[in-house]
């Protein structure tokens, strides 16, 4: 059994901050459990470009409100709380963040905690064996 507080992971290499966003890793592929899990906040006033073409991802906002767009149709999605959204087509998406938006994700496969968005948005496929326990 595992079991964490948020407050344990700020300032520790759990805690990735890129500016327009801060996510802080429950789980990661180390875990070995086959996704891991984030709490994410989009920043106020800023808009993030992301694609996941490596990745599933399912994201849950239970605070703050923005604008979901998928790039490749135009369509546009009201971010409120309970608002779950999936990105199963590796879509394309921008994310504008009207207010902070606290979320919760999951991706599939588990990221390591190292990968940075590329110029597309987009993670590279790291793969990294769970620690022995």
Same mark, same amino acid.
């Given at each position: 059994?595992?079991?964490?507080?948020?407050?344990?992971?700020?300032?520790?290499?759990?805690?990735?901050?890129?500016?327009?966003?801060?996510?802080?890793?429950?789980?990661?592929?180390?875990?070995?459990?086959?996704?891991?899990?984030?709490?994410?906040?989009?920043?106020?006033?800023?808009?993030?470009?992301?694609?996941?073409?490596?990745?599933?991802?399912?994201?849950?906002?239970?605070?703050?409100?923005? @604008?979901?767009?998928?790039?490749? $149709? +135009?369509?546009?999605?009201?971010? =409120?709380? &309970? !608002?779950?959204? *999936?990105?199963? #087509?590796?879509?394309?998406?921008?994310?504008?963040?009207?207010?902070?938006?606290?979320?919760?994700? @999951?991706?599939?496969?588990?990221? $390591? +905690?190292?990968?940075?968005?590329? =110029?597309? &948005? !987009?993670?590279? *496929?790291?793969? #990294?064996?769970?620690?022995?326990?």
């Amino acid at each position: 059994m595992k079991v964490i507080t948020l407050s344990d992971l700020d300032n520790t290499e759990y805690d990735v901050d890129h500016g327009n966003w801060r996510s802080r890793r429950f789980v990661l592929a180390k875990d070995g459990v086959g996704f891991s899990f984030h709490h994410t906040i989009l920043r106020a006033g800023t808009t993030t470009e992301m694609w996941y073409a490596n990745h599933i991802e399912c994201v849950f906002v239970y605070q703050g409100r923005g @604008t979901l767009v998928n790039r490749d $149709t +135009g369509e546009k999605f009201a971010l =409120e709380p &309970g !608002v779950m959204y *999936l990105l199963d #087509e590796h879509d394309k998406h921008t994310v504008i963040a009207d207010e902070d938006i606290h979320c919760t994700c @999951t991706f599939n496969p588990p990221v $390591t +905690g190292r990968e940075v968005h590329d =110029e597309n &948005g !987009v993670y590279p *496929l790291i793969v #990294e064996e769970a620690a022995s326990a």
